[in-house]
């Protein structure tokens, strides 16, 4: 569905992504791990079309992709930032309007805002609620629901679980769980390697814009480097 | 209390105005985070645009308007266009833009100065003569004119921003532009949109000022005050900018009843630093954090 080629991207002097190649199958959940900086970000960001590659090339279902954001939304790719970025000067409905920006189908984005809702009751109780007033929770199920909105297939999580509470990681990565049920592809990007690994068919571990390993994410989760730079100590057998 | 009611109706006309030009320096502010300097020039442009339809081409009165606003609104789209356009392409610091600001504000009032000349001209009389009489108040057929054409103007752009779905598109591209392109959402088109209706509604006011003072290159000057008005609000919120202009020609019309016109100026800048010094976001202003 995804592919990447030898992606390279440079912020001026910079190098963030060095010959970065990886593909994404649909209805996979595919997660990229990786230390403060590897780059995870600056993938998402180029695959969205907000950053130029030096070299290399990105794919979707055929279609190439280039520097317009609004085109790649168009053509199924759905990005949860980092940081979320909720509009906080809207309301909880308004966000997730918003994210059927470009649909015109009044019944299926109907049909899509009550899915959004079975998927996050506590949205809908916060439906007419200024999306600033959310607690940190619930904006990251906001930007979750928002995305989903736009009805793109393949789904870019940006650290979903980024400064929650342990409760809540868990909720989140029930969710993606829950996303892929709907029939969507994800590529996860995540610092909780432990979770992430948990949850997806496939992961690469990224270090200093390279691809230093690949596999399924069981075998990566087993994988002693792996388990010495991200895991800590935790048990992961105990986990699964 | 005559005197009380005639300096209230007299600023409400004056800052339904103030705020016409200062929703125009608030909308780019919310979108591209730098004062639109060249604001004044575009205005003036409108009372040129207003006065030229009225007198040269015959046109009725409200067709005036509309072809001022439409003209302007055009300026105000070319200006972003062939100025800000590849400052925002480069990635520029915000001092580009304010300096570029400033630069198409000169180029453009020279320009007219240049091709029209600088002498003062007059807008033909549309009203009859003499103000209404309310009782004891008289209110002058010019302010009322500018009252309404501004309360019209402004309630349409309120209802665009809030009821349309290009009106989400822009308060949601004012949060974040990141955020509203990953909804789909052509902010580069947001933009000009913002342009263009910052710019009609400067025409709008340009035909107003032209009519109730005189037409000359430096006429654009007027728009200090609802600079002034936009950052007492709170730069970047529309209600804020409301607020701020018609507090503003309150202030500005009671000093000058109760005390001195020579003092109206003076006080329009003692407030704007007070409030920069107390509340740098204006009573309504985004906050820091909000804007991050
Ligand atoms: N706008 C930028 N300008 C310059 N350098 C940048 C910029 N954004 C990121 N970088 C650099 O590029 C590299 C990769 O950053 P990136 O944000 O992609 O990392 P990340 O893997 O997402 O990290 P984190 O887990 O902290 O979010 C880092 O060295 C970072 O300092
Ligand atoms: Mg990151």
Do not use: W
């Not at chain 1, 814009?209 to 087993?222: E, L, N, P, T």
């Not at chain 2, 004062?35 to 003036?44: P, R």
């Not at chain 2, 342009?195 to 037409?215: H, P, S, T």
Request: aromatic share 8%; glycine share 10%.
């Amino acid at each position: 569905m995804l592919n990447v080629r030898e992606l390279h991207v440079s912020y001026g002097g910079i190098r963030a992504l060095r010959g970065v190649s990886l593909e994404v199958n649909e209805g996979e959940i595919v997660t990229i791990i990786g230390a403060n900086g590897a780059g995870k970000s600056t993938l998402l960001n180029t695959i969205s079309g907000f950053l130029k590659p030096a070299k290399g090339e990105l794919e979707f279902k055929g279609h190439k992709l280039g520097r317009q954001p609004a085109k790649i939304v168009q053509l199924g790719i759905c990005h949860v930032p980092e940081g979320r970025l909720v509009f906080t000067n809207l309301t909880v409905r308004d966000n997730l309007l918003l994210g059927a920006y470009l649909r015109t189908d009044r019944k299926a984005i109907a049909a899509d805002l009550e899915k959004v809702y079975a998927l996050f009751p506590r949205l809908k109780e916060r439906e007419r609620q200024l999306a600033g007033t959310l607690s940190g929770g619930e904006q990251q199920m906001l930007a979750m629901g928002r995305a989903l909105m736009t009805d793109g297939q393949l789904v870019l999580m940006d650290e979903p679980s980024l400064g929650l509470a342990p409760l809540l990681v868990k909720t989140v990565f029930e969710i993606i769980v829950e996303i892929r049920k709907l029939g969507k592809t994800i590529l996860l990007v995540e610092q909780n390697a432990f979770k992430a690994l948990e949850v997806a068919d496939r992961a690469y571990v990224l270090e200093q814009g390279k691809v230093v390993k690949s596999g399924r994410a069981c075998d990566i989760a087993q994988d002693p480097a792996v388990r010495a730079a991200y895991l800590g100590s935790k048990s992961v057998a105990g986990g699964m | 209390m005559v005197q009380f009611l005639q300096q209230l109706v007299n600023g409400l006309s004056i800052g339904s105005v103030y705020a016409l030009m200062a929703v125009g320096y608030s909308l780019v502010y919310s979108i591209m985070n730098f004062s639109n300097f060249a604001h004044g020039a575009v205005i003036m442009l409108g009372a040129y645009f207003g006065f030229y339809s009225l007198t040269l081409l015959r046109l009725p009165f409200g067709v005036s308007f509309v072809l001022a606003a439409v003209g302007t609104g055009l300026v105000a789209v070319l200006l972003e266009r062939l100025a800000y356009k590849p400052l925002r392409e480069r990635r520029a610091p915000f001092l580009y833009f304010i300096i570029t600001a400033m630069g198409a504000s000169i180029f453009i009032e020279n320009l007219v100065v240049a091709t029209i000349g600088p002498t003062y001209k007059t807008y033909p009389a549309v009203f009859g003569q003499g103000p209404i009489q309310l009782g004891a108040l008289s209110i002058g057929r010019i302010d009322l004119t500018m009252f309404v054409v501004s309360a019209i103007s402004l309630t349409a752009l309120m209802i665009f921003i809030d009821r349309t779905k290009m009106g989400k598109a822009i308060q949601a591209s004012a949060y974040n532009m990141k955020a509203s392109a990953l909804m789909g959402i052509n902010t580069d088109r947001v933009i000009i949109i913002v342009f263009a209706l910052g710019g009609a509604l400067a025409g709008v006011a340009g035909v107003l000022f032209g009519m109730k003072y005189l037409v000359y290159p430096q006429i654009g000057n007027i728009t200090n005050k609802s600079f002034i008005a936009a950052v007492f609000g709170g730069l970047g919120s529309l209600p804020g900018a409301l607020i701020g202009s018609v507090l503003l020609a309150l202030i500005e019309t009671f000093v000058s009843g109760y005390l001195s016109s020579q003092y109206r100026d003076l006080i329009g800048f003692v407030i704007l630093i007070a409030m920069l010094v107390v509340r740098p976001t204006g009573i309504m202003g985004k906050s820091a954090e909000d804007k991050a």
